[in-house]
């Protein structure tokens, strides 16, 4: 069992364990983290100080006008830090990183995980999209035989006879498998996204290649704001205490084939899911549990990894993300806000003018206008 570094202390049983499954599980949920200003808000003006005082009038003590000015405007800035942060990611140099290594698409191994049931709403979608371009590299693992998705596919599509339920045995049971064939390829990086996610291989083989494919790396996006804390079983009914980071799946993750390999003891023909049942954890959470807390590899962060639990009406700068996303919250839509040859009735998820955005020779989209 676990839960969130710095948590209530005591926390155990169903409760905790429940907890741990819903955090972990958040990655197909509807929670939205909205991530901005109130409406009518105006960021970059600090709180008002005091009102003047009229002439006469006493003084209030020095030191409780300063005290009260020192909270408000701390409190302003530590606000705007965090949307910033939130909104910007790292600072950026004026000038992109130069590669370590020269990579192409033939060295990633892109793995799709799906089910049956979200085969024409949601991987018809990716098909007509990201994937036509990519089809070599994706390898979609869903738990049900397809055969108008296998004449697409063919071998690309993975069968894992896996259970079609969405929990801890069934998620890890299809990461085991992605693991398992990712190794056997002999390719250089091991990338997993779930069926909603965008992912635009341009902008990810220009982040990896600022990495060394023999190295340590573990990189993605986290979707708690702190680490979070295992119970881990020992010999002789002893246990211990783990905290670790972990990227969310769904807004992907991607792992050097140097750390793959180191992995194999905890993830290889069927470990992986014997691992993710030792900490009770889902598929996302024991891939940082394998990196961080056995094998000392931290989480790299990256901003460009997005997932359905932000705002995704706040990302910009859509040529350098490296993976977008979709949902609704009640009524309303979460996606990226962006103009294109699509309506929303026509495109609601806005992949596909996404997808014309960045390619916009595709075969679906509307060429330039006659002249």
């Not at 300063?66 to 942060?85: D, M, N, P, V």
């Not at 793959?260 to 069927?270: E, I, N, Q, T, V």
């Amino acid at each position: 069992m676990w839960k969130a570094s710095g948590g209530p202390k005591g926390s155990s049983g169903p409760a905790a364990a429940a907890a741990a499954a819903l955090t972990c599980l958040l990655v197909t949920g509807t929670l939205l983290v909205t991530v901005g200003h109130r409406s009518g808000a105006d960021p970059a003006r600090p709180p008002a100080g005091p009102p003047a005082r009229p002439a006469g009038a006493a003084s209030p003590s020095a030191s409780t006008s300063s005290a009260e000015s020192g909270r408000a405007f701390s409190s302003y800035f530590r606000k705007l830090t965090r949307e910033r942060r939130a909104l910007s990611g790292p600072p950026r140099s004026s000038a992109p990183p130069a590669p370590v290594e020269r990579l192409s698409a033939a060295d990633l191994f892109i793995a799709v995980k799906t089910t049956a049931r979200f085969h024409r709403q949601r991987l018809d979608l990716l098909l007509d999209t990201w994937v036509s371009r990519n089809m070599q590299q994706t390898f979609v693992f869903t738990d049900g035989e397809d055969e108008k998705l296998r004449k697409r596919m063919g071998a690309q599509l993975i069968n894992t006879n896996c259970s079609a339920a969405h929990n801890r045995q069934a998620l890890s049971c299809k990461m085991a498998l992605e693991y398992d064939t990712y190794i056997h390829s002999g390719r250089k990086w091991f990338c997993h996204v779930d069926d909603d996610n965008y992912v635009n291989v341009g902008a990810l083989l220009k982040l990896l290649s600022q990495y060394r494919h023999a190295g340590d790396v573990y990189i993605g996006r986290p979707s708690l704001e702190r680490p979070i804390e295992a119970t881990q079983r020992l010999a002789a009914a002893r246990t211990r205490q783990v905290r670790f980071w972990f990227a969310t799946g769904g807004a992907g993750f991607c792992l050097s084939r140097g750390l793959a390999l180191k992995m194999r003891p905890w993830a290889s023909g069927g470990a992986f899911a014997a691992t993710a049942d030792h900490i009770r954890l889902p598929d996302d959470c024991a891939v940082g549990y394998i990196a961080e807390a056995l094998l000392g590899v931290g989480l790299t962060r990256s901003p460009l990894f997005h997932s359905h639990l932000e705002n995704l009406g706040l990302v910009s700068d859509i040529h350098n993300q490296v993976t977008l996303s979709y949902g609704t919250v009640g009524n309303s839509r979460n996606t990226v806000s962006l103009r294109g040859p699509f309506s929303g009735k026509e495109d609601p998820t806005r992949f596909r003018s996404v997808h014309c955005l960045l390619h916009p020779d595709a075969a679906r989209c509307p060429g330039p206008p006659a002249l």
